[in-house]
């Protein structure tokens, strides 16, 4: 059995939201506001600073103090990204799972290489993924598809024998336009706008325990 499975890494793999809400909430703070639990924050997490500065400060892209509040969330980020996040119960064992049956893994995300890479090796993933591909390797982001087909080119595969696993419904649709099968993980962040069950996604996982029978069907 020769596959390759493709994960998102933010509420896909790890749990990053923690450390993520932190830094959004020193926004809140340099303005004299409470900060807000994290579970307030955690559905903005996949969405990167654009969605927690929407939720933490209600301020989107056009807000005239948007790019200077999503630089200093950035650098806020960046000196404390490893305090909280960890890997999903069962992320572990999915993995190895994957690897003793001959099959392989990588990692698409649409977090800058500066960012994720640190903390895919804090978290001991570097050594078995077979492709690390970011929001700043192709040309462009998910929902495109080029990041998914650049991780099928570095690691070996035939689009015909790679899936992708994540929580937002723009990895679903980065997957439906690269012509691969797609897992939901509804245990994930999700975001607040699109219910989960609504993505048209080939399988749902609701935790990664979930999910080996469903990749084992997939790569068939």
């Known amino acids: 059995m020769t596959a390759l499975v493709l994960f998102d890494f933010d509420g896909t793999l790890a749990d990053t939201a923690p450390d993520l809400a932190a830094a959004a909430n020193k926004q809140r703070t340099r303005r004299g506001l409470a900060p807000l639990s994290v579970d307030v924050l955690r559905p903005f997490a996949s969405a990167g600073a654009r969605g927690l500065l929407r939720c933490a400060l209600d301020m989107s892209v056009d807000h005239p103090e948007y790019e200077e ?4 969330f950035l650098k806020d980020y960046e000196s404390a990204m ?3 996040t960890c890997l ?15 099959m ?6 649409n977090k800058a290489t500066y960012l994720a890479a640190p903390i895919v090796e804090a978290l001991g993933l570097s050594a078995d993924c077979a492709a690390l591909v970011c929001g700043d390797t192709t040309a462009h982001a998910k929902p495109h598809p080029l990041p998914l087909l650049h991780a099928a080119q570095i690691a070996g595969f035939g689009i015909d024998r790679c899936m ?16 691969m099968p797609s897992i939901a993980a509804a245990y994930g962040y999700c975001g607040p706008d699109h ?10 996982a609701y935790s990664p325990q979930e999910m080996w029978p469903m990749i084992k069907q997939l790569a068939g």
Do not use: M
């Open 69 to 72: 509040s999503r630089l200093q």
């Open 82 to 84: 490893t305090v909280e």
């Open 88 to 102: 999903f119960d069962g992320v572990p064992e999915l993995l190895a799972q994957i690897k003793n049956a001959g």
């Open 104 to 109: 392989q893994w990588g990692i698409v995300t």
């Open 164 to 179: 992708y696993v994540g929580d937002d419904i723009r990895d679903i649709q980065a997957a439906r336009a690269a012509g």
């Open 195 to 204: 219910p989960v069950q609504t993505w048209q996604a080939n399988h749902c």
